[in-house]
Every structure is written in structure tokens, then in C-alpha cells.
């Protein structure tokens, strides 16, 4: 079936515009979102403008270097126990916490309230070497509907149209990946709620292709007064390509972004925190207004490279 909606306004979203001192790029990926959120039916997400205020992303004064591990929540002398540890050993995703496609479907999936370009399926998903690769390739795809994509690529989610394979509320989530740069690349690794609606939603990375030293953060919330969104971004200073680790501690108060072990965001605004369970998905999509298309340097195929995924609790 064809997914409708998704993130950054997906449920996953809502955008918003960049201060004029931001990144020219950076505009570029986030000027078309200032007014942007979304809703979530039963089919997939579904986009919708909203009449209330946003806060923008700051332009990213902070720069962080790459690291193997980072894993500062856990040193602050508080008990923290793992309850999610994957590393992608094998050659085979764990479906006991994995699915291939958003939960509503259990074949192939896109967003295309989000215009985005790809068709998700299961054979962008491949695990070797203790890595997980979401492989982004320039093919015809056809939708369980018809329709007709160009593109094809990967992503994995804690949940399947019958059942919530893996959430949690509270604790502080982690993953060390490598983003491919490239004009049409478009990864996050993010959290939706197990309630199957749209908000709220946590993003613990964005980053488009063609800017790929700068990560965002976001999180989207309903208030009385609308849909609500802050974000924030941050510079890597490594190479195009780098490892980096991304975290996020979620506490029932705060929500604290980490790069690379450094604390680069911290929001505990009234609201922007979820009090419910959330799953977790990664994906690497392809197109889109955030990202734009690809260009004919955009190498294909590429891939969106996860090292590990962890999640630990008090």
C-alpha cells in the first residue's frame, strides 16, 4: 500500500524556518518547513498546516568531533540498565524487534505527503560486517497500489501492523551511524508513539545529503493551541562521511540531544516532552522538499550505515 505523510511534518513532522544566520544549506533544508506538521489515519501520516507559533533552529554553533562510543548520560553516577542491544550481528535483521516498513504495512511503504521519491522495501535492508545498511538505489520500484517510484531504499521500526515489537518511555537512546552526503539523501533516526498517531514525535538526528556536517534535532508536540516544534542544530566538524554518535536522553521533564558524547540541545519546554511510550525507526529517504532531488552526482547506490542501536533505562 502507499503510505501517505510521514515525518518532519510526518507526524514525524513539522518543520520550521531558519534565523538568517543560518547555514545558506541550512535554510535550504529547512525553510520550506516552517509551517509544516502532520496527522496520522490509519492508512499513514497526513500532513497539515498549523496556526500555531514555532520556534526555529539556532544556526549550529556547536561543533562536535567524531567518537567510537559516547555514553555521558550513563556516567552520572544514576542506575541505568540496558534494554535494547543491537549490533547488528549476522547477516539477518531481528524481526523479534525489527520491521522493514512503517506499521502500517507489512510489504512496501513511502510518504508522499512529504514527496518523497523512494519506495521503501525490504531489500534496502542488508546487515554485514556487524552493520546495518538502509541502501538507497536509483531503480523502478512499484508500489503495492501501482504506483511508480525511481527510487527504492531502506528502513527498520519497532513496530508491524499487528504489534509494537519494541518502546519505552523514559531512558536514554543511542546509535552510532555513518550518513551518506549527497544532494536527495535524507536520514533520521527518530521516535513515534505506539498510539499509532503522529505526535508527539522526537527526532534524535536529521541530516540531508547535501549538508552533511550539520545534524538537527526536533521535537513536535499537540497543544491546545495547536501543533507545536523546536529544533535545534549542531555542525560535525569530522569529514563527509564520518562515524558519529547520536543520543538522546529522555527524562519525564527534559530531553537532552548528545553528538559524538557531547550535550549539543537540552528542551523542557511545557509539553514538548512525551509522557507515553514511543518506537523507535531509522530511514534513509530519498527526495523530498527537506532534501531536494538527487543530482547527477548523487551516487547510487548509498547507504545509511548503523553501527548499533541501544537503549538503556533507569
Known amino acids: 500500500m502507499q503510505c501517505v505523510g510521514r515525518r518532519r511534518a ?6 520550521v524556518a531558519v534565523l ?59 542506575h541505568w540498565k540496558p534494554i535494547l542491544n543491537d549490533g547488528f550481528g549476522g547477516t539477518t535483521l531481528d524481526a523479534s524487534h525489527w520491521a522493514t516498513c512503517y506499521y502500517w504495512s507489512a510489504t512496501t511503504c513511502t510518504n508522499a505527503s512529504t514527496h518523497e521519491l523512494e519506495l521503501y ?25 501501482g504506483t511508480h517510484f525511481d527510487y527504492t531504499s531502506g528502513m527498520i521500526s519497532s513496530a508491524r501492523p499487528d504489534r509494537t515489537m519494541f518502546s519505552f518511555r523514559y531512558g536514554y537512546v543511542e546509535t552510532r551511524a555513518r550518513i551518506p552526503a ?80 557531547r550535550k549539543v540541545w537540552t528542551m523542557n519546554a511545557p509539553g514538548a516532552v512525551p509522557q507515553q ?12 522538499p527537506y532534501a531536494t532531488a538527487p543530482s547527477a552526482a548523487t551516487a547510487f547506490p548509498s547507504a545509511m550505515r548503523v553501527d548499533y542501536v541501544k537503549v538503556w533505562q533507569h
Open 20 to 78: 538568517a544566520v543560518a547555514l545558506l544549506a541550512l535554510l535550504a533544508v529547512l525553510g520550506a518547513c516552517t509551517d509544516q506538521t502532520e496527522s496520522l489515519s490509519s492508512s499513514g501520516l497526513t500532513k497539515v498546516r498549523p496556526t500555531s507559533t514555532t520556534t526555529v533552529p539556532r544556526a549550529p554553533t556547536t561543533v562536535v568531533t567524531p567518537v567510537t562510543s559516547a555514553l555521558p548520560p550513563l556516567t552520572d553516577g544514576s
Open 121 to 145: 522495501t525490504p531489500q534496502g535492508v542488508s546487515l554485514s560486517d556487524g552493520e546495518l545498511h538502509l541502501t538507497a538505489r536509483h531503480e523502478p520500484a512499484t508500489a503495492d497500489d
Open 10 to 15: 510526518r507526524g514525524r513532522r513539522a518543520r
Open 182 to 261: 549527497g544532494a536527495g539523501f535524507w536520514a533520521a533516526f527518530w521516535l513515534l508513539p505506539t498510539s499509532r498517531l503522529s505526535l508527539p514525535e522526537v527526532d534524535v538526528f536529521e541530516i540531508v545529503g547535501y549538508q552533511p556536517n550539520v545534524v538537527l534535532e526536533f521535537t513536535h508536540w499537540l497543544a491546545a493551541s495547536g501543533k507545536q516544534q523546536f529544533g535545534n542544530a549542531a555542525a560535525l566538524s569530522a569529514s563527509v562521511g564520518a562515524w558519529h554518535v547520536y543520543g538522546l536522553d529522555w527524562e519525564p521533564s527534559s530531553l537532552t540531544w548528545y553528538v559524538d558524547g
Open 277 to 288: 511510550d514511543m518506537m523507535l525507526i531509522a530511514d534513509l529517504a530519498v527526495g523530498g
